[in-house]
């Protein structure tokens, strides 16, 4: 009989505040261990957390794109374990009033839509990271990422695939990345997912025994886990065993999972309202200028750009998936006045050029003004394709110091564009070579890619590709009388 999954998530967002929740320790990601630490997020007695307003705006940011009800009242609980990544024994977090609930997000999975729905969304303290040795055998603490703020996104038990899982989280990727509050760079743990795998038998309402694969960092992580796990739980339930509820752990790159412990309920880390932190107002006012402040989230972006910019719906959608790219397009666009060549150049040139100058494009210092005088001159023919790669090169390589104008005088680069010039050089290599003007003659059309090649040699590539095409087309027409 066919089996049904049933996948729920718990998604983990640190947001982009320069300090902790409740400390003034710096956020910065790739600190040396231990350095962004302090007394108040390594709870050492005596000390009080403070809590970072900061934190507060980025969430109710988040639980508004999320469609959630946002309470009058938000208070901070603390959840009691003894685990070696949080050395106060407890963390700081939201149960009886979190900052958001009841919300939905839409995805489109293969052209069908689906609302998920979002059981609630709630702040807390990002525990530390445990570094595993090998090589001694034992694990070392690094305290740097506890108090960093994160907003905890848990969704109703919506998905059936991991397809749609993936849909959904590059929606709430995409809804941070547009309104600033988190970059969401999971290799660096700043989104991470809790997967909650269950299966039943096809028609069946009751859901099965779920477990909860922990801290997935990579959406192929995600794919390859809820596969791997829906087809443990089919193939124990299917040999007459029973499933365990368990909390799991993801092994990647050997694309399997194991076991980590028995899954713990609510009651297990014993919640109760954290003393030294006062419930915390929300203002009513606060909330409607957030939302009236809201971006322009891609979907309308991607819209208006085709109706705008004259983008196909695939352009479009490539453009608007990052707001970065989605800003670099329009800012050059404006620019240099040819939307679908910056499009072109952003969708098609840009990757293979970052690649190769060995620079993320997230990381990368790309000036528009600038990009858009590159693209401009080559628009206007004043420097061809490869001259404008290697133009684009030296912006990447450059970032914010790049000046196009001073890259093109110190590297005298100027295009030839003047056909008379262009028409004597062609002349002279069908002079020179009249067996391949015969053989154009008998037919053999593809000789004149060798034709041209000899003149964009002649000009040492400086000239206009389709200048050198169009010139050679009619003097091979008129065979060089002209």
């Not at 901070?76 to 050395?87: I, V, W």
């Not at 030294?276 to 929300?282: F, H, N, S, T, V």
């Not at 790049?402 to 005298?412: E, M, S, T």
């Amino acid at each position: 009989m066919e089996w049904e999954t049933v996948i729920g998530l718990e998604v983990h967002i640190e947001l982009a505040t320069e300090s902790k929740i409740f400390c003034s320790c710096s956020t910065a990601f790739g600190a040396k261990p231990n350095e962004h630490c302090c007394p108040v997020c390594m709870g050492f007695p005596g000390t009080l957390p403070v809590f970072n307003k900061r934190v507060l705006e980025y969430a109710l940011k988040a639980a508004i794109a999320l469609n959630c009800d946002i309470p009058k009242y938000t208070v901070f609980d603390r959840k009691n374990y003894f685990y070696p990544d949080l050395p106060k024994a407890y963390q700081i977090s939201q149960l009886y009033s979190p900052i958001g609930t009841n919300g939905h997000v839409d995805i489109d999975v293969d052209g069908t839509v689906k609302t998920i729905r979002i059981h609630e969304m709630h702040m807390e303290e990002d525990a530390g990271k445990l570094i595993h040795s090998d090589i001694d055998n034992v694990t070392y603490p690094d305290y740097n990422r506890c108090g960093v703020p994160l907003i905890e996104i848990v969704s109703e038990p919506d998905f059936r695939s991991a397809k749609e899982v993936v849909a959904y989280l590059e929606k709430l990727k995409m809804f941070c990345e547009y309104m600033g509050i988190s970059s969401c760079k999971m290799q660096e743990g700043r989104m991470r997912a809790d997967v909650n795998v269950s299966v039943r038998r096809a028609g069946d309402s009751a859901f099965g025994t779920r477990t909860e694969t922990k801290n997935l960092n990579s959406f192929r992580a995600i794919e390859h886990a809820i596969e791997y796990e829906s087809e443990r739980q089919i193939e124990i339930l299917e040999k007459g065993g029973t499933v365990r509820q368990e909390t799991r752990r993801w092994d990647d790159e050997k694309r399997v999972g194991s076991s980590m412990r028995s899954k713990e309920n609510a009651q297990d880390y014993r919640y109760f309202p954290d003393p030294d932190l006062l419930p915390i107002k929300i203002d009513r006012a606060q909330i409607e200028e957030l939302r009236r402040g809201m971006p322009e989230f891609a979907e309308e972006k991607k819209a208006r750009f085709i109706a705008e910019y004259g983008l196909s719906d695939y352009t479009s959608s490539r453009v608007t998936a990052d707001i970065k790219l989605a800003t670099l397009f329009e800012d050059a666009a404006k620019g240099c006045g040819a939307p679908r060549t910056v499009a072109n150049w952003l969708i098609e040139i840009m990757p293979k050029v970052l690649d190769d100058c060995g620079v993320a494009f997230e990381d990368a210092q790309i000036d528009a003004v600038q990009f858009a005088k590159l693209l401009a001159s080559v628009e206007g023919k004043k420097l061809n394709k490869n001259m404008g790669i290697k133009a684009l090169e030296q912006l990447v390589r450059q970032g914010a110091e790049f000046d196009f104008d001073r890259y093109l005088k110190d590297n005298a680069v100027t295009m030839e564009g003047d056909e008379d010039k262009i028409r004597q050089v062609a002349r002279k290599v069908l002079a020179d070579n009249p067996k391949a003007v015969a053989e154009y003659g008998q037919g053999k059309t593809k000789v004149m890619g060798f034709l041209v090649g000899q003149v964009m040699r002649a000009f040492f590539g400086k000239v206009d590709h389709d200048a050198v095409n169009r010139v050679m087309l009619e003097e091979l027409q008129t065979g060089g009388q002209r």
